[in-house]
C-alpha cells in the first residue's frame, strides 16, 4: 500500500498545502503577487549584478528540481533516478546541435521529446510499485541508462560531447552573447514553472494530492490513479528534459555527470532542502546546493561529506525545508 | 577437451560462470543483510553499499596499520561495521520510524555520501591491494577448469553464511521473536520482549553482513572508496526482482543474477551491466511484487 496513505494527516505536515491559495479570489496586489513580480524584477536584472552562467546554471537546475518536485511534492512519488532525463536530454540536444546541426530550439525540443518517451516507458514500469520501491526502481532504470550512455558510441563515453555550438535561437538571438543566452534561459524557466504553476493548481493536481494522501480513497472515488501518476511522471521528466537540454546548450557540454546517481540524488538535495511541496522550495533549494557547491569547489572541504550531513541535517530537524517553514511560521500568524 | 558449447571455449565459459558466481555470493550477502533490515525496520538501507565498503576498508587498515591478518579481519571488520551501525540506528535511524519510511531511505543516502566521501577525501579514489591468505592461496584443476582457492572460498563462505542466517531467522526461538516482531512489534514488546533492542540489534547485524562481505571482496576486488557505490544499486534492482519479502528468495535471486550476469559476459558483453536491470524491468512487468515477494 502507499506510504503516504498509511501515514495519512502527518504527510500533510509534512508537506504544507498550498492548495489553500487556490481559492483566494482576485484581489488585485496581494502580497503573493507582490512578491512574484519582485522575484522576477530580480531575475531580470541579475545578470548585471551576477555572474551569468552561474545564474544559468540554478536556473537549469532550479526547473530540474521543480520538475522532480512534481512527483515528490505533489504526487507522493520519490523517484530517485530524475539524473536519467537530465542528462538523456542533454545528450539527444549535443547530438542534435553539434552533429546534425539543427538550430539550439529544435535540439532542446528534439532533447525534452526523448526524455518524455523515456518517462512514459520509465514511468509505465516504476508506477507498478510504490513507496520505497518506486525509489529504487527509478534508481535501477537511470543506473541503466548510465550504462548506456557509458558505452553508446553517440555519447563518446568518458568524455561526453564537447564543445556543443549555442548557435543562433529562432535565427535571431546569437546565444554566444551572455545576456541573450541569459534571457533565454530565463524564458525556459519561466514557462517550465508555468506549466508547473498550471498543473498543481488544476483538477489534476488536486487529484495528484489526493492520491498523495490516499491512494485507495482516490481509487474508490473513481479515479484511475495509475493513470494520473503516469501522466504526473512523464511531465515530471519532460520538464526535467527540458533543463537538461537547456543545460546542455548552455554549457555546451552533456556529460556522465549529468546522468549519474550523485546527481539525482542532488536534486532531490535541492527539493528536500528548499521545501518539499511548495512551489518556490525547489528553486530555493537549486540556489543554495549550486552556491554551496561553487563555493566548495575553492575550499579544500570534500563535497559529498558536506552535502551527505546537509542530507541528514535536512532529513533529521528540516523536513519542511525553507519555503515549507517559511510557509507554516506565516500560516501560524494567521 | 571437450571443444567448445555454443561456440564458446569452456574455460572462458566456466570461467565466466565462476565470476558469475563470485559476484552473485556478493549480491546475495547484501541482499540478505537489505532484507533484514528492511523486514524489521521498512528502512531501505542506502549505506549498505558505503558499509560493505568501509568493512573492506577496516580490514585492510587492519593490516597495514595494525598487522592484523585476514582471519582476524573476517571477525573483526564486521564487528566494528556492526557496532558503527549500532552508533547509526540509536543515534540518526531511530527518530524516524513513526515518519514516512521514504526518509529513512533519504537518510541513509546522506549517511553513504558521508563514509564514501570521507574515505575517498582520505585516501583517494585508486584501489588498494590487499593479498590473498596465505591457506588459500594457489587453486585446484578441476579438468574443465581451473578453480582458484580463494574464489571458492568465497562462494562456500557466503553459501554458509547466508544458510545459517536462514536457519536462524526460521528455525530459532529468536528468530521466531524477530519474525513476530517484523509483524507486530506492539505485541512482542507487550509479551515482555525489549524490541527496539532488537531493531538495533538487527540494522547492526545487517550491516555487519555488509561489513563481511567486505573483508571477503578485499582480496579479490581492489579496496577502494567507490567500490560500495555502484554495487549497492545492482543490489537494489536484485531486491526488487526478488521481492523483500523472503529471505531465501533475496538469497537465490543473489546467486541466480549473478551467474546470469556472468552468462552475458560471455555471450553478450555489452548487456553485461544492463541484463539485472532489463530483467528487473520485465519481472515488474509480469509480476510486480518480485519472484518471491508479496505484496504489502
Excluded at chain 1, 488585485?28 to 512574484?36: E, K, M, N, Y
Amino acid at each position: 500500500m502507499s506510504l503516504h496513505s498509511q501515514s495519512g494527516g502527518r504527510a500533510s505536515a509534512k508537506a504544507p498545502r498550498t492548495a489553500a491559495r487556490v481559492s483566494v479570489p482576485d484581489k488585485g496586489l496581494t502580497p503573493a503577487r507582490i512578491g512574484a513580480l519582485v522575484v522576477l524584477a530580480g531575475l531580470l536584472a541579475a545578470p548585471f549584478l551576477l555572474y551569468p552562467v552561474f545564474l544559468m546554471k540554478v536556473l537549469c537546475f532550479a526547473l530540474f528540481a521543480c520538475a522532480f518536485n512534481l512527483l515528490i511534492g505533489f504526487g507522493g512519488l520519490l523517484s530517485f533516478g530524475h539524473a536519467a532525463f537530465f542528462g538523456s536530454a542533454a545528450y539527444v540536444t549535443a547530438h542534435a546541435v553539434k552533429v546534425w546541426g539543427l538550430p539550439p530550439e529544435l535540439g532542446i525540443l528534439l532533447g525534452t521529446a526523448a526524455s518524455a518517451f523515456l518517462g512514459l516507458v520509465f514511468g509505465g514500469i516504476a508506477i507498478r510499485r510504490q513507496g520505497i520501491y518506486f525509489a529504487m526502481i527509478t534508481l535501477a532504470l537511470s543506473q541503466m541508462v548510465f550504462f548506456l550512455a557509458l558505452q553508446l558510441p553517440f555519447t563518446h563515453g568518458e568524455d561526453g560531447i564537447q564543445g556543443v555550438p549555442r548557435g543562433v535561437l529562432f535565427g535571431m538571438f546569437d546565444l554566444n552573447n551572455p545576456m541573450e543566452m541569459y534571457y533565454t534561459v530565463l524564458a525556459v524557466f519561466l514557462i517550465g514553472f508555468a506549466i508547473i504553476w498550471r498543473a498543481v493548481h488544476s483538477p489534476f493536481g488536486q487529484v495528484l494530492k489526493a492520491i498523495r494522501e490516499n491512494e485507495p480513497r482516490a481509487v474508490s472515488l473513481g479515479y484511475r490513479t495509475d493513470r494520473y501518476k503516469l501522466v504526473a511522471f512523464v511531465l515530471s521528466a519532460t520538464l526535467a528534459g527540458l533543463a537538461g537540454g537547456t543545460k546542455a546548450i548552455v554549457f555546451q557540454l552533456a556529460s556522465l555527470t549529468d546522468v549519474t546517481w550523485q546527481m539525482s540524488g542532488e536534486v532531490v538535495l535541492m527539493t528536500l532542502l528548499g521545501g518539499m511541496g511548495t512551489l518556490s522550495g525547489p528553486v530555493i533549494g537549486a540556489a543554495l546546493v549550486v552556491t554551496l557547491e561553487n563555493y566548495l569547489a575553492a575550499t579544500s572541504l570534500p563535497v559529498p561529506v558536506v552535502i551527505g550531513c546537509i542530507f541528514v541535517v535536512c532529513v533529521l530537524v528540516f523536513r519542511r525545508g525553507i519555503a515549507g517553514e517559511i510557509q507554516a511560521r506565516l500560516g501560524k500568524k494567521h | 577437451m571437450m571443444g567448445t558449447i555454443f561456440g564458446i571455449p569452456p574455460q572462458a565459459l566456466f570461467g565466466q560462470l565462476l565470476l558469475g558466481l563470485i559476484n552473485g555470493s556478493f549480491y546475495a550477502l547484501l541482499s540478505l543483510g537489505l532484507a533484514v533490515i528492511f523486514g524489521m525496520l521498512n528502512v531501505i538501507n542506502f549505506a549498505h553499499g558505503a558499509l560493505y565498503m568501509m568493512g573492506a576498508f577496516v580490514s585492510w587498515l587492519l593490516l597495514t596499520k595494525l598487522g592484523i591478518g585476514y582471519w582476524w579481519a573476517l571477525l573483526l571488520a564486521p564487528l566494528i561495521v556492526g557496532l558503527f551501525g549500532v552508533v547509526l540506528e540509536k543515534t540518526l535511524l531511530s527518530r524516524l520510524y513513526k515518519l514516512d519510511h521514504l526518509y529513512g531511505l533519504l537518510l541513509t543516502f546522506g549517511l553513504a555520501l558521508i563514509v564514501e566521501g570521507a574515505f575517498r577525501h582520505q585516501y583517494g579514489v585508486s584501489g588498494q591491494p590487499y593479498p590473498i591468505p596465505d591457506a588459500l592461496k594457489g587453486g585446484q584443476n578441476l579438468g574443465f577448469m581451473f578453480l582458484p582457492n580463494y574464489r571458492g572460498w568465497v562462494v562456500v563462505a557466503s553459501l554458509v553464511v547466508c544458510l545459517s542466517t536462514w536457519i536462524a531467522i526460521e528455525k530459532t526461538k529468536l528468530g521466531a521473536y524477530l519474525r513476530a516482531a517484523t509483524e507486530n512489534p506492539v505485541l512482542v514488546q507487550a509479551f515482555g520482549i525489549n524490541v527496539p533492542r532488537m531493531v538495533t540489534l538487527t540494522y547492526a547485524f545487517g550491516v555487519a553482513l555488509a561489513g563481511l562481505a567486505g573483508v571477503l571482496a578485499a582480496p579479490i576486488y581492489q579496496v577502494s572508496p567507490l567500490m560500495g557505490s555502484n554495487l549497492i544499486i545492482v543490489v537494489f534492482a536484485v531486491v526488487v526482482i526478488g521481492g523483500m519479502g523472503s529471505i531465501l528468495g533475496a538469497v537465490l535471486t543473489g546467486y541466480g543474477l549473478g551467474l546470469l550476469e556472468g552468462l552475458t559476459k560471455v555471450f553478450y558483453p555489452e548487456a553485461s551491466n544492463i541484463v539485472v536491470f532489463v530483467i528487473m524491468a520485465v519481472v515488474l512487468m509480469i509480476k510486480p511484487a518480485g519472484l518471491f515477494g508479496r505484496e504489502r
